[in-house]
């Protein structure tokens, strides 16, 4: 089997943002493309934008700058580049169409560590992936590297 897109899902929290070290690793082992993808869950009231004063496009738009600048710091530093997707929906459905539509090889999913309380009343991204998806799939774990 040959590597060359890898989709690493970021969060954008602490745990996503350490590891995402240990994705361009393997994909640089690989000498794999490595692609990212955010995806944006609004399940919020309306009179949420209310109490912000931002519209969802102004908050999308925010996001999409963010995005840009943390990606171009990545390829500054590690000499990469990368391709990204920002989605809007529910985070499995969105992952599905990218691995489908962009030929995902492998997915590297950084595992939140959640107890399993959280994790029975929420469930769990990376369980979904695992179980539905068939593509291979590396579950990264904060506390399994160096960070």
């Given at each position: 089997?040959?590597?060359?897109?890898?989709l690493y899902p970021i969060d954008f929290s602490e745990t996503s943002t350490q590891l995402l070290k240990q994705a361009i690793d393997i994909a640089k082992t690989f000498g794999a493309e490595l692609v990212l993808i955010h995806v944006v869950h609004f399940n919020i009231q309306p009179s949420f934008f209310e109490i912000v004063k931002e519209s969802k496009e102004e908050i999308i738009?925010?996001?999409?700058?963010?995005?840009?600048?943390?990606?171009?710091?990545?390829?500054?530093s590690y000499q990469m580049n990368f391709s990204y997707f920002l989605a809007e929906g529910d985070p499995f459905k969105e992952i599905q169409k990218i691995?489908?539509?962009?030929?995902?090889?492998?997915?590297?999913?950084?595992?939140?560590?959640?107890?399993s309380l959280i994790h029975n009343?929420?469930?769990?991204?990376?369980?979904?992936?695992?179980?539905?998806?068939?593509?291979?799939?590396?579950?990264?774990?904060?506390?399994?590297?160096?960070?």
């Open positions: 089997m040959e590597i060359k897109k890898i738009k925010k996001m999409y700058k963010k995005y840009d600048n943390i990606l171009e710091k990545l390829e500054i691995v489908n539509s962009y030929n995902i090889d492998l997915l590297v999913i950084p595992s939140h560590g959640h107890s009343v929420l469930g769990s991204l990376s369980d979904k992936l695992i179980r539905h998806l068939n593509k291979p799939i590396l579950l990264l774990k904060p506390d399994s590297f160096d960070i």
